[in-house]
């Protein structure tokens, strides 16, 4: 495929550079398109190249015995994949699509002679990094220290919205499927819609079309405390 209209111009990673610096970095790019549901690469695969996201969006999973677990969602402007070129290891993750997206891929090579040639590029990788294990650090005390139950009412509280013209009243306007919401609080799609089922028969949520209403906001808040 060949270079979309879109280029690397819009990304901070390689904001200051030239226009002739961007040019030479894009040029060794391939260009690819994926649709909902692609897989970009699996976890131990031994491929090295970094992705730009030029549009659409991926998700990072990783993966325990019994489901996936969402470790970010990677959206238009940023990219992913630099850990393998950097360290010239197995990938750790597998990356799917959640929207469908246009990647730039650089060879991981490439990318460490980008990183030599500006280093505020290279500042801008640590930095993302560093950011990087600060949220996993997040992540693996949440996973190790709360219940399923907390975890899928503290994803249904950060979903929620005020509801237009009620402000007391809260919705998810656009209810993720189970298996979403499973991948993001590491556990089971059978385990969130038995969660779920059991909020509905206490009263504290229910169902409107694709969405769900938050009937006891407090107590939803307090259950994902607990």
């Known amino acids: ?25 894009e040029a060794r790019c ?9 897989q970009v690469f699996d976890r131990d695969s031994d491929t090295l190249e970094v992705y730009f996201v030029v549009t659409g969006a991926v998700r990072i999973l990783t ?16 990219y ?35 990183m030599h040639a500006h280093p505020e590029v290279a500042v801008r990788v640590l930095e993302r990094l560093t ?10 005390a949440e996973l190790a220290t709360t219940s399923e139950t907390q975890r899928i009412c503290g994803e249904l509280v950060r979903l929620a919205e005020p509801e237009q ?4 009243a809260w919705i ?19 385990t969130v819609a038995q969660a779920i089922g059991e909020l509905a028969r206490d009263g504290v949520v229910r169902r409107r079309g694709i969405g769900l209403v938050i009937s006891d906001w407090p107590r939803l808040q307090l259950m994902a405390r607990a």
């Not at 060949?2 to 990304?11: N, S, V």
């Not at 950011?131 to 693996?140: F, G, N, Q, S, T």
């Not at 013209?165 to 007391?168: A, H, L, Q, S």
């Open 80 to 114: 992913f994949g630099e850990l393998a070129a950097i360290d010239g290891l197995r990938r750790s993750a597998r990356v799917v699509v959640t929207q469908a997206a246009r990647l730039a891929s650089l060879p991981g090579p490439a990318f460490l002679e980008v």
């Open 30 to 38: 391939t260009w690819h398109r994926f649709e909902v549901g692609d």
């Open 63 to 78: 993966q325990r015995a019994d489901c996936d677990i969402a470790l970010a969602d990677v959206v238009a402007g940023n």
């Open 172 to 190: 998810i306007a656009d209810l993720p499927n189970h298996k979403e919401l499973a991948a993001w609080v590491g556990t089971t799609r059978e």
């Open 1 to 25: 495929m060949t270079k979309t209209e879109e280029g690397l111009a819009r990304f901070a990673l390689f904001a200051g550079l030239t226009p002739e610096d961007l040019a030479a970095i």
């Open 131 to 140: 950011r990087i294990v600060r949220a996993l650090d997040h992540r693996v």
């Open 165 to 168: 013209g009620k402000p007391d």
